[in-house]
Nanobody, 115 residues
Framework: QVQLVESGGGLVQPGGSLRLSCVAS????????MDWYRQAPGKEREWVAR???????YYADSVKGRFTLSRDNAKNTGYLQMNSLKPEDTAVYYC?????????WGQGTQVTVSS
């Protein structure tokens, strides 16, 4: 059974930093691309970033230069380092991966940026 578990969310002041983690089980993590999404209150879920199996990364324009993805295949874990956080980054953050059969989502972790 594939499971993704996010952690690391919380309350942070504008300009602060957080690091989110996504631990995967039930899959060969090193063979899977991982996406991060977020959903703010009253808004649709939006794509944030992607990390390929090679370690190459892509980011939404809204987070480029502030967020950094990494992965530790030995720990089956992906990381989203978020710096220079803004109030508009407030959302529930989700990690996602997929196989040829289906997609898998974590349960989400709340990030709140507020003074």
């Amino acid at each position: 059974q594939v499971q993704l578990v996010e952690s690391g969310g919380g309350l942070v002041q504008p300009g602060g930093s957080l690091r989110l983690s996504c631990v995967a089980s039930g899959i060969i993590f090193s063979s899977n691309i991982m996406d991060w999404y977020r959903q703010a209150p009253g808004k649709e879920r939006e794509w944030v970033a992607r990390i390929f199996t090679t370690g190459n990364t892509y980011y939404a324009d809204s987070v480029k230069g502030r967020f950094t993805l990494s992965r530790d295949n030995a720990k089956n874990t992906g990381y989203l380092q978020m710096n220079s956080l803004k109030p508009e980054d407030t959302a529930v953050y989700y990690c996602k991966t997929w196989t040829s059969r289906q997609s898998y989502w974590g349960q989400g972790t709340q990030v709140t940026v507020s003074s």
